[in-house]
């Protein structure tokens, strides 16, 4: 062979070896791409069950609307694909929206945090709020994953956004929609990719869903669906109604509107009617209680179903005063706003016993002692006194008196009779026995 034959020749090896490691390399990268997708895919799945694991009004971001700005804030330059870059602060309304949509035709929808949560029907503008403790999905994010282009990478970083979006032809309706992205690294340079997935949760009824598809390009994936929150349900007869943005309003009261209990298990009484009055309201849904604030946190949890009574709520034991505060949603998933609250002292401290005295007189024997005082800081005051006689049992007192004495007439001379005497405070505490005291009439 010619030198130049030799030339050819090598230079054919050279391009075939070349497109088959191209070929090889090409496909071990789409294969890592792949596999990479797929758990990132994974993970947002993972991140979406946990929304779907909530109470519908547990659904929303934990995050502050400050602590949000602070972290879009923080997204270094270069990071274009970063989520948090769908965030604006909207300057008509001062509310943090997110894109739902895409950029050539963005969709703001205004996020649901832990002190801006008021939906865009009860409110125009976003004002800061007392924060919500029961809002648990986290935003997280990757502050920290962004690498430059070249630079391998092997984090996933998930976050999570919550909106109000509008319902379909119903004017002040809204779902809440939970989106969860989760960026994964590419084997090619390190160009991270986007994986993202949204749902729409309802208060209790499956809502239309909107036009909408899945996609899959070479750079991100996306799915939409819509879903039941399961841990929420409607009370019988619960419905939808449009134009209804206001929550219930009421009063509630604890053990019959007692003033003090030596109970730590209370009966709660509601008088709660939903907003507006009238037709124009969707009627009432759910009721929880807090022993900690008009913030919550709230149980039962997933709410219970309204009722004028609830039985069995517990307050924490130790003498005091104890506030309960209420929270009612509507079939519109409105929520009470006002504080709506009671309290009662609890007093589990028994009065001092008396001490009786006698004075034996014709057909009769009078009773007297000395006032007693209900002991403690909480103390309810004593507010009767029982009067037994041993001949007439020692469960059913022979009378009950507010005063510090009892004739007892109607018995027969030289016959002995034993009393003793119980005091009771306003609570219902009972002292131990007093003394007896046995005499005869003479």
């Known amino acids: 062979m010619t030198i130049i034959e030799v030339m050819v020749a090598s230079a054919l090896l050279l391009a075939v070896v070349a497109a088959v490691f191209t070929a090889v390399y090409s496909g071990l990268r789409l ?3 792949s596999r990479a997708r797929a758990t990132a895919t994974d993970w947002a799945d993972h991140l979406m069950e946990l929304a779907r694991n909530q109470n519908y009004d547990a659904i929303g971001l934990s995050t502050t609307s400050a602590g949000l700005q602070a972290t879009v804030a923080a997204v270094v330059a270069g990071d274009t694909d970063n989520p948090d870059l769908l965030v604006r602060r909207a300057s008509g309304s001062n509310c943090l929206e997110m894109n739902t949509g895409t950029a050539a035709s963005p969709a703001w929808e205004r996020l649901v945090l832990a002190d801006w949560y008021t939906s865009p029907a009860a409110a125009a503008s976003c004002a800061t709020q007392t924060t919500d403790p029961d809002f648990h999905l986290v935003h997280a994010g990757g502050a ?5 282009a070249g630079t391998p990478s092997v984090t996933y970083a998930g976050w999570v956004f919550v909106t109000w979006a509008p ?3 119903q004017t002040g309706v809204y779902y809440k929609r939970v989106t969860v992205m989760v960026r994964y690294p590419s084997p090619t340079g390190g160009i991270s990719r986007l994986v993202r997935a949204s749902s729409l949760f309802g208060l209790g009824y499956v809502p239309s869903p909107s036009p909408s598809s899945s996609t899959s390009t070479s750079t991100s994936t996306s799915s939409t669906s819509t879903t039941l929150a399961t841990t929420t349900t409607l009370a ?4 939808v109604k449009a134009g209804d943005i206001l929550g219930p309003d009421g009063t509630i009261s604890l053990a019959g509107g007692a003033g003090y209990t030596n109970q730590t298990s209370l009966a709660i009484n509601s008088s709660v009617s939903d907003l507006p009055n009238g037709s124009g309201a969707s009627g009432m849904n759910t009721m929880q209680y807090s022993n900690v604030g008009p913030a919550g946190p709230w149980t039962p949890s997933p709410a219970t179903a309204y009722g004028a009574l609830y039985s069995g709520w517990t307050v924490p034991a130790g003498d005091g005063a104890k506030q309960v505060w209420g929270r009612f949603t509507d079939c519109n998933g409105n929520a009470s706003t006002a504080v709506i609250s009671d309290t009662i002292v609890l007093d589990q ?3 001092p016993a008396p001490v009786v005295t006698g004075d034996p007189r014709n057909n009769r024997i009078d009773l007297s002692w000395a006032a ?3 002991p403690g800081t909480s103390a309810s005051g004593v507010a009767s006194y029982r009067v037994f006689r041993l001949d007439l049992g020692t469960t059913t ?3 009950v008196v507010t005063d510090t004495s009892y004739n007892d007439t109607g018995l027969t001379d030289s016959q002995s009779y034993t009393y003793w005497v119980v ?5 219902g505490n009972e002292s131990a026995e007093s003394n007896h005291y046995t005499g005869a009439p003479t």
Do not use: E, L, M
């Open 31 to 33: 294969q890592a791409t």
């Open 144 to 148: 920290n994953d962004y690498v430059p």
């Open 167 to 169: 319902v379909d032809g």
């Open 236 to 239: 019988p007869g619960c419905t």
């Open 349 to 351: 401290t028994r009065p």
């Open 372 to 374: 007693v005082t209900d």
């Open 397 to 399: 007192p022979i009378a």
């Open 423 to 427: 005091a009771v405070d306003r609570a």
